[in-house]
């Protein structure tokens, strides 16, 4: 079959012609990644240029999953760990001063926690060597293991994402078979279990042939399990090999399904043919909501002790 034709409204947005030497300088010579290069992220220049924001990738660049829409490098075993990751990342977001760091991650299903721990020490080395920077995480599912969700929830990030990708009906077609539907809704549901003031956030892509009843009943889910944030966007197939995209939706579509979102209860919905995980759009809102939740804490800190 024919593969679909991009509509003239979906075109990848170029980047500025914006200095990002600084920024990469920070990142080249402590030998760190991030998703936005990695991916040829449309918003890498909003996010570095206007926004302070940007999102590394940590434990490796070969992932021991094999995902059917991403064109991360997969094995059985994934490359050693550097124990350094942590400290070098922590520096790097000092230098660029950022005021907000999302922190993703491979999976690697073949260490013995799965990379929890280092997943956990590089948050702590982020607050500590900049504690104004938010933190936000978008973890693998850690096989469901509620002990080593507890080691990221611990390490007090701002935000914790975990991406149910897509419909429920779609799981196995899209996703690796050791990933799951009710898995995923289980991580977010134990995010909130275990600290209630970590806001929780998770992502769908269409495109894939999933239909409108099937996204809105996604929605009402992920609200079930007290998710957050949400984030939508379109399904771009990354090389011949991948599933093939089976509708480009439309920018109505997005639009009705953030207002959607928004009436089932989401503190905030960014959803658009662009929008991926650790969008942009949503952050300064988000940022709120946490400087918010800061400022309650001290106030509630301060009655106790007069």
């Known amino acids: 079959m024919e593969e679909l034709r991009k509509p003239d409204w979906l075109k990848i947005r170029p980047a500025h012609n914006t200095d990002f030497s600084k920024i990469k300088g920070a990142l080249r010579k402590r030998g760190l990644v991030t998703v936005c290069e990695e991916a040829h992220c449309p918003n890498m220049a909003e996010c570095w240029h206007n926004e302070g924001t940007a999102t590394f990738m940590v434990l490796?660049?070969?992932?021991?999953?094999?995902?059917?829409?991403?064109?991360?490098?997969?094995?059985?075993?994934?490359?050693?760990?550097?124990?350094?990751?942590?400290?070098?990342l922590a520096e790097a977001i000092a230098e660029m001063q950022l005021d907000y760091a999302v922190i993703t991650s491979v999976d690697r299903d073949d260490l013995p926690d799965e990379g929890a721990s280092h997943f956990a020490r590089c948050i702590s080395e982020i607050k500590k060597a900049h504690p104004k920077t938010n933190v936000e995480v978008l973890i693998p599912d850690f096989s469901g293991k509620p002990e080593l969700l507890k080691k990221i929830v611990d390490a007090m990030p701002d935000v914790i994402a975990h991406n149910v990708e897509t419909v429920k009906s779609l799981q196995r077609k899209v996703r690796d078979p050791r990933a799951g539907y009710e898995q995923s809704l289980k991580v977010l549901e134990n995010i909130k279990r275990m600290d209630q003031k970590i806001f929780s956030k998770s992502?769908?892509?269409?495109?894939?042939?999933?239909?409108?009843?099937?996204?809105?009943?996604?929605?009402?889910?992920?609200?079930?399990?007290?998710?957050?944030?949400?984030?939508?966007?379109?399904?771009?197939?990354p090389k011949n090999k991948f599933l093939k995209v089976e509708e480009y939706v439309k920018p109505e579509a997005f639009e009705e399904y953030k207002r959607i979102g928004e009436s089932l209860g989401f503190l905030y919905v960014a959803s658009g043919p662009f929008v991926r995980s650790s969008y942009r759009a949503g952050e300064l809102f988000i940022k709120n909501l946490i400087d918010k939740k800061n400022s309650a804490s001290k106030e509630v800190g301060l009655s106790q002790e007069t």
């Open 60 to 88: 490796g660049d070969t992932c021991t999953r094999g995902c059917k829409f991403c064109a991360v490098k997969t094995s059985r075993k994934g490359n050693p760990v550097d124990p350094f990751e942590p400290k070098k």
């Open 203 to 237: 992502a769908l892509m269409l495109g894939l042939g999933e239909t409108r009843e099937e996204v809105v009943q996604a929605m009402k889910d992920l609200r079930s399990v007290g998710c957050d944030i949400l984030t939508i966007g379109q399904y771009l197939k």
